[in-house]
Nanobody, 125 residues
Framework: QVQLVESGGGLVQAGGSLRLSCAASGRTFSTLAMGWFRQALGKEREFVAS????????YYSNSVKGRFTISRDNVKSTVYLQMNSLKPEDTAVYYCAADRTFYRNSYNIRDYDYWGQGTQVTVSS
């Protein structure tokens, strides 16, 4: 019903920046709240950032607040994650997720209905 494809991951040095993109198809994009999660090796998947369907409300984990910015373009059906001042502990597979309850900014994995395949972000020390 909804397909999500992430892109933009790669290898960067500490202090550098990356911009991740997630393209959605299969449903009117504005009816989906969107989130970014990440999963490091040996760790559980954790919340990074979320944005409501209209793009006016955002929420961030404490570990990325002030460094990462989530945004969306509902015309292009794409959500972005701008990552600045990257740290080695940011290294993980980053996943895009969609929540059919469009008005909320959930940090809970259980609230998300669709997931992308993930894109690897590696930050060297």
């Amino acid at each position: 019903q909804v397909q999500l494809v992430e892109s933009g991951g790669g290898l960067v040095q500490a202090g550098g920046s990356l911009r991740l993109s997630c393209a959605a198809s299969g449903r009117t994009f504005s009816t989906l709240a969107m989130g970014w999660f990440r999963q490091a090796l040996g760790k559980e998947r954790e919340f990074v950032a979320s944005i409501s369907g209209g793009g006016r409300n955002t929420y961030y984990s404490n570990s990325v607040k002030g460094r990462f910015t989530i945004s969306r373009d509902n015309v292009k059906s794409t959500v972005y994650l701008q990552m600045n001042s990257l740290k080695p502990e940011d290294t993980a597979v980053y996943y895009c997720a969609a929540d059919r309850t469009f008005y909320r900014n959930s940090y809970n994995i259980r609230d998300y209905d669709y997931w992308g395949q993930g894109t690897q972000v590696t930050v060297s020390s």
